[in-house]
C-alpha cells in the first residue's frame, strides 16, 4: 500500500513561510500585555536583557503561557529608566506590564522583542497588593493592630525603649553588606558606648523567604536573653527585593512581637508593611546604628542637664544658706554685743558692789566671832566650875564609902583564904575566917550559920 504524499519541502521552506505569515500579521503592530517575569538574564556588554513572559492560573498557579522575550538596546533603554523611576530592579517574580512587538526567527522560533514598559502599572500592583496585607493585618489582629486616622499602630510601637540600648539582636543575611554597615556605625561610635549584638542569619531576599524571617524572631523569643531590642537589616536593593517585606506573616509577627523592633531594610522611597508594623523603621543599617547611638546619647545628655541642674540648684542652695548664715550672724553679732554691753554694766556694777562688801562682811563676820568668843569664854568657865564643884561631890562620896569609914561605922570585912568574900554560901560550920575591923583583925572559927532577916538595919 502507497501512501498519498504530497512533495516535501525542506524545514527552512516551512519556516520562511511561518516567517511571512507571522511578519505579514504581526508587521508593524505592538500589543500591551500583562504577565510576570522569568528566567531572566542581562548581559552587560551588549545591554541586552533575556527573559521569558510567563501567565499562571489564579486559583492553581499552573502555568498556562510562556513566550520567549528580548530587550535590545531600545528596549534596555526603556528597563533601565522604569529602574530608575521605581527604584526596583527589572527581573524575575516582577508583574509588569509591557510593549512587545512580535517576531519569528527561524532558529530561535516564536519571540517578543521589548519596546516598553509601564511604570504606573508596577507600582499601582505593588501597592494594591500592599494595601490588601494591610487591611487583612487590621481586620485579623485588632488586638495588636489599629488603624487610626490613616495612621497604624501597633503593639510593638506601643513598646517603650529601655532608657539605654546595649543587647540587641540583628535579622539579616551572613554576608549582607548591610550588616556590616550597622556594626561598623554602632561599635564605632564616636561617644564609646558599647554593645552587644547576637546576629540570626536569615534570607532577606525572596516573597516566599518570610517564614526565615519569622522563624528568626521566634528564636529570639526563645532566646530569653533580655534584648533591649530587635533590627531587622538588609543592604540596598532593588524594590521588588523587598517583597519579602510585604508579606502578611511578617508583619503579623513584627506587629505583637514584645521587643521593640528596628527596621533598616534599605529603600529609599515607600514604607514595607515590615516597617509600618515595626516600633521605629529607618532607611538604611546605617541609620538603625545612628538612631541607637541617637538614643542613647538622649540619655547621656539628661544625666548630664540633670548633673548640670543639680550643680546649679546645689550652688543657689549654698548661696541662699550663706545668705541666710550670714543674716544670723550679723545678728548674733549685734545681739551678743549688746548682751555683753548689758553684761558688762552690771559686772561693773556688781564688782562696786563687791569692792565694799567684803569689808563689810569682813567687819560683822568679826564682830561675831567677837561674841562667839567671849560666849564661849563663859561657857567654858561655867563648864569648868560645874565640873570642879561634881568632882568636889564625887570626892566627898568616896571618902565616906571608904572601906574605913565604912568600918568605923561597925561594919566589918571577911576573909577565907586570904580572900575577901560575901557570899556566906562558901562557909561552913568548922570553916577558919578572919574577921577585920577598924584597926583590928580577928581570926575566928564558924560555930554555926543562920538565916538572918536584916531588922537591925531598918531605920
Not at 549582607?176 to 556594626?183: I, K, R, T
Request: with cysteine.
Amino acid at each position: 500500500m502507497s501512501l498519498d504524499i504530497a512533495t516535501p519541502i525542506r524545514l527552512s521552506e516551512l519556516a520562511g513561510i511561518v516567517y511571512r505569515v507571522i511578519d505579514e500579521v504581526f508587521k508593524q503592530q505592538s500589543f500591551w500585555v500583562i504577565a510576570d517575569i522569568a528566567n531572566h538574564s542581562f548581559k552587560p556588554a551588549g545591554n541586552h536583557h533575556y527573559f521569558d513572559l510567563i501567565e499562571k492560573d489564579q486559583v492553581s498557579a499552573a502555568l498556562i503561557s510562556k513566550i520567549p522575550t528580548r530587550s535590545w538596546a531600545e528596549g534596555s533603554i526603556k528597563i533601565a529608566a522604569f529602574e530608575q523611576a521605581t527604584g526596583q530592579k527589572f527581573g524575575n517574580d516582577l508583574r509588569v506590564l509591557v510593549q512587545v512587538s512580535v517576531f519569528y526567527h527561524a532558529v530561535y522560533g516564536l519571540q517578543l522583542t521589548l519596546t516598553g514598559i509601564d511604570t504606573g502599572f508596577t507600582l499601582g500592583a505593588l501597592e494594591e497588593q500592599k494595601q490588601a496585607t494591610l487591611l487583612r493585618l487590621v481586620n485579623d489582629n485588632a488586638k495588636h493592630i489599629r488603624l487610626d486616622n490613616g495612621v497604624f499602630s501597633t503593639s510593638n510601637q506601643r513598646l517603650r525603649l529601655p532608657k539605654v540600648i546595649q543587647n540587641i539582636a540583628v535579622i539579616s543575611s551572613s554576608n549582607s553588606a548591610g550588616l556590616e554597615d550597622f556594626l561598623h556605625t554602632l561599635n564605632n561610635n564616636s561617644f564609646h558606648y558599647r554593645f552587644r549584638t547576637d546576629t540570626y542569619n536569615s534570607t532577606v531576599q525572596g516573597e516566599l523567604n518570610a517564614h526565615s524571617v519569622v522563624d528568626q524572631l521566634i528564636a529570639i523569643y526563645n532566646a530569653q536573653n533580655d534584648y533591649d531590642a530587635v533590627v531587622l537589616i538588609r543592604g540596598g536593593g532593588a524594590q521588588t527585593d523587598l517583597l519579602l517585606f510585604e508579606q502578611y506573616s511578617i508583619g503579623r509577627a513584627i506587629a505583637q512581637f514584645p521587643i521593640p523592633v528596628i527596621t533598616g531594610i534599605g529603600h529609599q522611597k515607600n514604607e514595607t508593611v515590615a516597617d509600618l508594623m515595626a516600633h521605629t523603621a529607618v532607611k538604611t543599617p546605617t541609620k538603625a546604628a545612628e538612631i541607637i547611638v541617637a538614643h542613647n546619647r538622649a540619655f547621656s545628655d539628661e544625666l548630664l542637664s540633670f548633673e548640670k541642674n543639680m550643680i546649679i540648684r546645689s550652688q543657689q542652695m549654698l548661696a541662699k544658706q550663706n545668705r541666710l548664715i550670714s543674716q544670723v550672724s550679723q545678728q548674733f553679732l549685734t545681739g551678743a554685743g549688746l548682751y555683753l554691753s548689758a553684761k558688762k554694766q552690771g559686772l561693773n556694777a556688781l564688782s562696786s558692789s563687791l569692792t565694799k562688801r567684803p569689808g563689810q562682811l569682813l567687819y560683822e563676820n568679826q564682830k561675831d566671832l567677837q561674841g562667839k568668843v567671849t560666849r564661849i569664854g563663859y561657857a567654858s568657865q561655867y563648864f569648868f566650875k560645874t565640873q570642879q564643884g561634881n568632882i568636889c561631890n564625887y570626892a566627898v562620896l568616896i571618902r565616906l564609902m571608904s572601906p574605913e569609914n565604912v568600918m568605923k561605922k561597925g561594919f566589918a570585912l571577911i576573909k577565907q583564904n586570904g580572900k575577901i568574900i560575901s557570899n556566906p554560901a562558901s562557909m561552913s560550920p568548922g570553916d577558919q575566917i578572919d574577921v577585920i575591923l577598924a584597926g583590928q583583925e580577928i581570926e575566928v572559927t564558924v560555930k554555926n550559920k543562920k538565916e538572918y532577916d536584916g531588922r537591925d538595919f531598918n531605920l
